[in-house]
Nanobody
Framework: QVQLVESGGGLVQAGGSLRLSCAAS????????MGWFRQAPGKEREFVAA????????YYADSVKDRFTISRDNAKNTVYLHLNSLKPEDTAVYYC????????????????WGQGTQVTVSS
């Protein structure tokens, strides 16, 4: 098990940027694949981005490709989600997740979840 704590959310204007952080309680490099998901009010949770255990592979949802980037700082046991060119439709609670198995776009493949951080994009 690993505990995850997200931070970095906030209110930003359309076109702006944010960096979300996900701090893990233990080593994640070569141990956990990491993912970001989001859930907007009244909608189901959806996949945003994922990074493999060693960082060699990454997946992105089509809606965020070329705007968001997932990365990790192994020394800090922290995963980041860089959000650029934000749109109002990016407004959601963003969740960090860890999987001891493999990189995936499917939320049920992840065993560990953070509490979420709110991102609000104004038009």
């Amino acid at each position: 098990q690993v505990q995850l704590v997200e931070s970095g959310g906030g209110l930003v204007q359309a076109g702006g940027s944010l960096r979300l952080s996900c701090a893990a309680s233990r080593r994640t490099y070569d141990t956990y694949a990491m993912g970001w998901f989001r859930q907007a009010p009244g909608k189901e949770r959806e996949f945003v981005a994922a990074l493999s255990r060693t960082g060699g592979s990454s997946y992105y949802a089509d809606s965020v490709k070329d705007r968001f980037t997932i990365s990790r700082d192994n020394a800090k046991n922290t995963v980041y989600l860089h959000l650029n060119s934000l749109k109002p439709e990016d407004t959601a609670v963003y969740y960090c997740a860890a999987s001891a198995r493999f990189i995936s776009r499917i939320d049920r493949e992840y065993d560990n979840w953070g509490q979420g951080t709110q991102v609000t994009v104004s038009s």
